[in-house]
């Protein structure tokens, strides 16, 4: 009852200071100019009752507390309270700091009850899959990995999200639908640092995952243990590009690899180490807010993302790795892929992959393009 009285009576408090600015305002534009003969109009009386009596007394006690006493009228506008607070974010300048709410999360709330009972279970991590209808079997096998320390958002490519409330998770999920996306589309649009800043690790994930051997809460506590910043589960031996990224059976975390040969500039370069596959990654809160400003608006497959991500870690090849002791199985369903348009003689998957490798090409020229320019800036100021 206290908190709700602090409440009314702050409300009431602004609601009279701006009353009183709005009547100094009308009372001096009203002096300015010739009143017209007007015709007197007597208003009907009425009584208080108990409950407006208290109300009444509220108002006069917010009155009070801004100290303008029982409906008193400051004569001068430079009176009326203004706040600009430089140290606020941009654009709430104007608001007490004590009110600004600058992060969100994805967390669900009643239609009714007291806010603060909402949540039964505050989920600490934060879990995202872009996925089509027909892999509804693969995703419901990735989703129940995942414990109610979870937040869980589908992005629907094919338009079809209310299908999935046949399961039970997906009561409890965020469903985002915009036909023929990528991930990193939506997770540039909708994962923004402030949304997940509720959450210590981001997963990012594919749909067509194979989670048998993976569970959720004790890959959680291997990347604690390692202190890894951005990681992947072991991949399967049976599917792998890149030999960093293939499960290993007598370590629980690696960080080093060797590849073929050629293929890294530096034993601790990617993709030797400091490197994870865009297709199963996690983030922690801080790493994932840098790689969010690292995606590009208009490359959205993500191709060559990978390879630029220990650009966000002081030290990355002790802080990015991938986990052996809970590992994945990749299916390879050419599923999104296939939402493309056939043309030239090509099939629809074969643009699709096309657009992968000229963005793979592009991402690198700007990356390279933006370095360049920085280094430049930098040695003409110095």
Same mark, same amino acid.
């Given at each position: 009852?206290?908190?709700?009285?602090?409440?009314?009576?702050?409300?009431?408090?602004?609601?009279?200071?701006?009353?009183?600015?709005?009547?100094?305002?009308?009372?001096?534009?009203?002096?300015?100019?010739?009143?017209?003969?007007?015709?007197?109009?007597?208003?009907?009386?009425?009584?208080?009752?108990?409950?407006?009596?208290?109300?009444?007394?509220?108002?006069?006690?917010?009155?009070?507390?801004?100290?303008?006493?029982?409906?008193?009228?400051?004569?001068?506008?430079?009176?009326?309270?203004?706040?600009?607070?430089?140290?606020?974010?941009?654009?709430?300048?104007?608001?007490?700091?004590?009110?600004?709410?600058?992060?969100?999360? +994805?967390?669900?709330?009643?239609?009714q009850g007291d806010p603060s009972e909402d949540l039964v279970v505050k989920p600490k991590y934060l879990l995202s899959l872009t996925v089509g209808y027909p892999? &509804? *079997?693969?995703?419901?096998?990735?989703?129940? &990995?995942?414990?109610?320390?979870?937040?869980?958002?589908?992005?629907?490519?094919?338009?079809?999200?209310s299908e999935w409330d046949q399961f039970e998770w997906s009561r409890r999920a965020i469903h985002i639908s915009v036909k023929k996306q990528t991930k990193w589309w939506y997770a540039k649009r909708f994962l923004h640092p402030n949304i997940v800043a509720q959450y210590d690790y981001i997963f990012i994930w594919d749909e067509d995952l194979d989670v048998e051997h993976f569970n959720a809460e004790e890959y959680i506590k291997l990347i604690r243990k390692h202190d890894l910043e951005i990681s992947q589960p072991?991949?399967?031996?049976?599917?792998?590009?890149?030999?960093?990224?293939? &499960?290993?059976?007598?370590?629980?975390?690696? &960080?080093?690899?060797? *590849?073929?040969?050629?293929?890294?500039?530096?034993?601790?370069?990617?993709?030797?180490?400091? +490197?994870?596959e865009i297709m199963a990654p996690v983030f922690s809160r801080e790493a994932w807010r840098c790689v969010w400003h690292m995606i590009q608006n208009d490359l959205v497959h993500g191709w060559g993302l990978d390879l630029a991500l220990q650009r966000c870690l002081e030290v990355p090849h002790e802080r990015i790795g991938v986990v052996d002791a809970q590992w994945i199985k990749h299916k390879a369903v050419p599923s999104l892929g296939n939402q493309g348009q056939a043309g030239d003689g090509r099939q629809p998957w074969e643009g699709v992959r096309a657009r992968c490798n000229n963005e793979w090409r592009e991402f690198e020229r700007r990356m390279d393009r933006a370095e360049k320019e920085y280094f430049h800036s930098i040695s003409i100021s110095s």
């Open positions: 009852m206290g908190s709700i009285h602090r409440v009314k009576v702050e409300t009431g408090r602004r609601l009279i200071l701006f009353a009183m600015c709005g009547a100094v305002v009308g009372f001096f534009l009203g002096s300015s100019i010739s009143r017209p003969s007007t015709v007197k109009v007597e208003m009907p009386r009425f009584s208080l009752n108990a409950e407006d009596d208290r109300y009444m007394k509220m108002i006069n006690e917010a009155l009070l507390y801004t100290g303008l006493g029982s409906f008193g009228l400051s004569s001068s506008l430079g009176d009326c309270v203004k706040i600009h607070e430089v140290a606020n974010p941009r654009g709430a300048e104007s608001l007490p700091p004590g009110i600004i709410e600058p992060y969100s999360d +994805f967390y669900l709330h009643r239609l892999q &509804k *079997d693969m995703v419901n096998s990735i989703v129940s &990995k995942f414990s109610e320390n979870f937040s869980v958002i589908l992005f629907h490519y094919d338009g079809k999200a072991g991949l399967d031996p049976s599917y792998f590009v890149w030999s960093m990224t293939k &499960k290993r059976d007598d370590v629980e975390v690696h &960080k080093e690899a060797e *590849d073929k040969p050629n293929w890294c500039a530096g034993p601790l370069l990617p993709p030797c180490a400091a +490197f994870v």
